[in-house]
C-alpha cells in the first residue's frame, strides 16, 4: 500500500520510495527514508495534500508525492 491510502490518525513503517531521483533527494532530506514511521495528521478535503508526522517533524506532500512511498500499516505509538 502507499502513503496516499493512509487514513487520518493512521500509522505505518516505509517500505521503499520509488520516486525519480530528484524527488527521491528531496524526500530524503526530509527523513523520508526506508524504516522511517510516519502518522498522518490529515488530509486535505480534496485529496490534493496529505500532512504527515514524522518523529517531530510535521511534513506536507501532494497526494502524487504520497503514491511514490510504499508502506506496511502499523500501529501508532502515541
Do not use: D, H, P
Amino acid at each position: 500500500m502507499t502513503l496516499s491510502e493512509l487514513k487520518k490518525g493512521e500509522c505505518g513503517e516505509i517500505v521503499k520510495v520509488s520516486a525519480n531521483q530528484v524527488l527521491k533527494s528531496r524526500l530524503n532530506s526530509f527523513g523520508i527514508t526506508k524504516g522511517a514511521k510516519i502518522y498522518v495528521i490529515e488530509q486535505t478535503m480534496s485529496k490534493n495534500t496529505i500532512e504527515i508526522r514524522l518523529n517531530s517533524t510535521k511534513i506536507a506532500l501532494r497526494t502524487n508525492e504520497a503514491k511514490t512511498i510504499e508502506i506496511e500499516r502499523r500501529e501508532c505509538e502515541i
